[in-house]
């Protein structure tokens, strides 16, 4: 271990003495999954109850509208929970952000609902890694923090959302203004490795639904009149398909629609989703898109329109990033945690938090993992270790180090 100041190993041990344990099978008890509105409304109750032991206002805030389409191929609104956010001393020289989310990908009528240990130092839960233990993190580095010399020094948003889970569609905006002319972000996201690698670069991700509309007619009287919406979709599938390349994956998941057998479909809607690795990518695969619905559209005699985008920007790597990541693995090798960071596949907040131009680090909760199976664990040790990480790497960006 290196060594640490005198307020730096006070502001450590208290962090790690934080009842986070409790917390977390407190919250893991209530399921919020992202369309569970009064599961999300009860955790947002608790956090906020929680949360409230830090200085500043907090409020709960309703979600963007946002929309959808159904297997119709209408545009529907679809419902958010509302989500936590706390100002404290927006005045002070140092801004940080921190967020994370409230929301799991179990629903109310979800096989997995209890928290059960499997081992001394191990609990399988709902939501126990993904994050109700990152925010247990969070809540006990910060009120560490607001204990030393430091804090008047260091002002700070949190922002916990209801739908990081769905693409945090209807957070988004409070995110993206959270963000603003803040020095550095944090998020909890479990660690991407049980061992506590963090997740570096990440890719963009965009989900879209093209509703393709035809021309029905009788499938054996007169079938050349039809316009196959179905066709259509599956044509339009392989053609996204084709976009694949090194840093872009493609994925065409489902296509809704169709008709009776003897009837020729006149309506089919593809869902799909694409994941670049660079904005530069995500510019080219934009245009693709355009390019297949246009020719498929004009080839077939159909009609289509493409709902929804690049709700997640690419992440990569970048010098204020490394600079970042450095400071968090000093923290880590002063309080004898190693600390490294690889690219991840998957997507979260820190990708928006990134795009505003705010270095990020988004892993910074739990070691634990099968996060989104019945299998999700959360190793018990990393709470402690993980708040004196962040209370360290807070106190050192309060004092100027990044």
Known sequence: MGELSSSEQMAVERAAAEPMLDQVLGWAAVNSGSRNLDGLATVAGLLADAFSALPGSI??????????????????????????HLKVR????????????????????HAFQETRWIDEQVINGPGTADMKGGLAVMLAALKAVEQSDAATSVGYEVVLNSDEEVGSLGSAPLI?????????ALTYEPSALPDGTLAGARPGSGNF??????????AGRNPEDGRNALLAAADLALRFEAMRKPGLSVNPAKIDGGSPTNVVPDIAILRVNMRPATPALEADARVSIQQAVSA????????????????????????EMDNLFGLVKQAGADLGQAIGWQPSGGVCDGNNIAACGVPVVDTMGVRGGKIHSMEEFLIVESLKERAALSALTILRLAGGNA
């Open 90 to 109: 927006p005045d002070a020289p140092v801004q940080l952000l921190f967020t994370g989310h409230m929301d799991t990908v179990f629903g109310a009528d």
């Open 59 to 84: 409020v709960l805030v309703d979600p963007a509208p946002v929309e959808a389409v159904d297997a119709s191929g209408r545009t529907i609104a679809i419902e958010h929970g509302r989500n936590l």
């Open 296 to 319: 498929v559209s004009s080839e077939r005699e159909v009609s289509m329109h493409v709902h929804g985008g690049f709700a997640r920007p690419p992440k990569p790597m970048t010098p």
């Open 209 to 218: 639904a093209i509703t393709i509309r035809g021309r029905s007619a009788h």
């Open 176 to 184: 993206a203004e959270a963000a603003r002319g803040k020095r550095t």
